[in-house]
């Protein structure tokens, strides 16, 4: 059974840092491409960053450039989002998704399989 399972969540304050996981089982993350978006309440669904199969990552959006990267562990078929310096606004349940192909796009209905989502709140 194909999963997609998030973690590493949770409650920081701003300006701290947050490593969010997403471990992949019932199949090899090795030909997808792998992306983190993430959705506020009342907001649409925004793209975080991607990386591809050959491990080249998108660039992140304005409001988290130089704050957030991604990176791929083929070995142990996880995707990680290192966050640092967060701030309130970063404040969403964020999103593991896959898409087939190994190559990134920009809206999140071009990706096949999605995690649960794991809540990050930045407050004080």
């Known amino acids: 059974q194909l999963q997609l399972v998030e973690s590493g969540g949770g409650l920081v304050q701003p300006g701290g840092s947050l490593r969010l996981s997403c471990a992949a089982s019932?199949?090899?993350?090795?030909?997808?491409?792998i992306a983190w978006f993430r959705q506020a309440p009342g907001k649409e669904r925004e793209e975080v960053l991607c990386?591809?199969?050959?491990?080249?990552?998108?660039n992140a959006a304005d409001a988290m450039k130089g704050r957030f990267t991604i990176s791929r562990d083929n070995a142990k078929n996880t995707v990680y989002l290192q966050m640092n310096n967060v701030i309130p606004e970063d404040t969403a349940i964020y999103y593991c998704?896959?898409?087939?192909?190994?190559?990134?796009?920009?809206?999140?209905?071009?990706?096949?399989?999605w995690g649960q989502g794991t809540q990050v709140t930045v407050s004080s």
């Open positions: 019932g199949f090899s993350l090795n030909y997808y491409a």
């Open positions: 998704t896959v898409r087939r192909g190994g190559w990134c796009r920009r809206s999140w209905d071009e990706y096949d399989y």
């Open positions: 990386v591809n199969q050959l491990g080249d990552s998108t």
